[in-house]
């Protein structure tokens, strides 16, 4: 059973009110990085795995895509997508991304965000996404970055007076399951090192096009802890084309 955190009441509630839910794309960190390597939408058919909210998928069909797909394992995240985000040319479907099935070339773009970590066998979902795209398609997704998952907590250590001392970074070519605490809840996660994530997709037929660790925008850096998030990647945006 694939765990779905984001259907708990008490944790749903918490997701709410970060700022990437209230404001969207533009309450996102790495959203100015993300975009920039974005391909263009139009008349493409795309699909979004774990679309979460669906902001992403407005965002493809507000720049000119032909239809979108977006799939989550989260009922009470698609509802709130369906509300926020609704659209004619937007589908937005229950089931984890490990269960899907399409026919051969059936998308121009795959699009993901901050969901891999979630998803325990990256290599037969990244064989899928290849078999499904169109040669000369492109796939963009942003994970938490291989630093921050590896060594589990995801927490940094402190001195006796709460004073942050440095993040720990451990058992790093141990890939696997990690018990993080986010939003105060403990969640199931799994850490995979760089080499996979990118190996994956050259063994995959893809050809990568960009790699960023995205550092926090100037205009969120007055934000409390922000400037912390300068001591380390937190997050990891690819871009490749089949």
Same mark, same amino acid.
């Given at each position: 059973?694939?765990?779905n955190k984001y259907d708990n009441e008490v944790f749903f509630e918490k997701y709410g009110e970060m700022d990437r839910s209230q404001k969207g794309l533009m309450g996102a960190g790495e959203w100015?990085?993300?975009?920039?390597?974005?391909?263009?939408?139009?008349?493409k058919r795309v699909l979004d795995l774990g679309c979460?909210?669906?902001?992403?998928?407005?965002? #493809? $069909?507000?720049?000119?895509?032909?239809?979108?797909?977006g799939t989550?394992?989260?009922?009470?995240?698609?509802?709130?997508?369906?509300e926020k985000n609704g659209h004619e040319k937007i589908e937005y479907r229950?089931?984890?991304?490990?269960?899907?099935?399409f026919p051969d070339e059936t998308f121009d773009i795959v699009i993901s965000s901050l969901a891999f970590h979630y998803v325990k066998d990256f290599e037969p979902l990244a064989a899928n996404i290849s078999r499904w795209m169109k040669p000369g398609g492109y796939f963009v997704f942003s994970a938490e970055h291989p630093v921050f998952t590896a060594y589990g907590t995801q927490?940094?250590?402190?001195?006796?007076?709460g004073n942050i001392l440095h993040f720990p970074v451990d058992r790093y070519f141990y890939?696997?399951?990690?018990? #993080? $605490?986010f939003l105060g809840e403990e969640v199931t996660k799994y850490h995979r090192t760089l080499t996979t994530y990118l190996n994956t997709l050259?063994?995959?037929?893809?050809?990568?096009?960009?790699?960023?660790e995205p550092q926090p925008p100037e205009d969120m850096m007055d934000l409390p802890g922000m400037t912390d998030e300068m001591r380390r990647p937190m997050m990891l945006i690819v871009s490749a084309q089949k």
């Amino acid at each position: 059973m694939k765990e779905n955190k984001y259907d708990n009441e008490v944790f749903f509630e918490k997701y709410g009110e970060m700022d990437r839910s209230q404001k969207g794309l533009m309450g996102a960190g790495e959203w100015p990085a993300l975009r920039k390597v974005l391909p263009d939408f139009t008349g493409k058919r795309v699909l979004d795995l774990g679309c979460g909210y669906g902001w992403h998928c407005l965002y #493809a $069909v507000q720049n000119g895509a032909e239809s979108v797909l977006g799939t989550d394992i989260s009922e009470k995240m698609l509802s709130v997508a369906e509300e926020k985000n609704g659209h004619e040319k937007i589908e937005y479907r229950l089931c984890a991304m490990e269960d899907l099935d399409f026919p051969d070339e059936t998308f121009d773009i795959v699009i993901s965000s901050l969901a891999f970590h979630y998803v325990k066998d990256f290599e037969p979902l990244a064989a899928n996404i290849s078999r499904w795209m169109k040669p000369g398609g492109y796939f963009v997704f942003s994970a938490e970055h291989p630093v921050f998952t590896a060594y589990g907590t995801q927490d940094w250590y402190y001195d006796a007076d709460g004073n942050i001392l440095h993040f720990p970074v451990d058992r790093y070519f141990y890939e696997g399951e990690r018990t #993080a $605490v986010f939003l105060g809840e403990e969640v199931t996660k799994y850490h995979r090192t760089l080499t996979t994530y990118l190996n994956t997709l050259l063994q995959n037929g893809f050809s990568l096009k960009n790699i960023i660790e995205p550092q926090p925008p100037e205009d969120m850096m007055d934000l409390p802890g922000m400037t912390d998030e300068m001591r380390r990647p937190m997050m990891l945006i690819v871009s490749a084309q089949k």
